[in-house]
């Protein structure tokens, strides 16, 4: 009985959680303010900002 119960509960919390978990490793991603300098073409730097959501998939490829 308790097994299903929890099964229930998963599912319905999976219902209600609009895609900010990562299906690889389950945690909330949590959203980020991005900054990059980016080189335009007169040899002047630029901001460029981006938002982007963090899991412990991304955040070393995203953060170095
Ligand atoms: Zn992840």
Redesign the pocket.
Known sequence: MAKQTDFADKVKKAGQDKGNK?P??G?VKTPTLLVQSVRSAHGSYRFNRQRVQL???NEKEILG
């Open positions: 990562c690889k490793c945690a899991c412990k998939c």
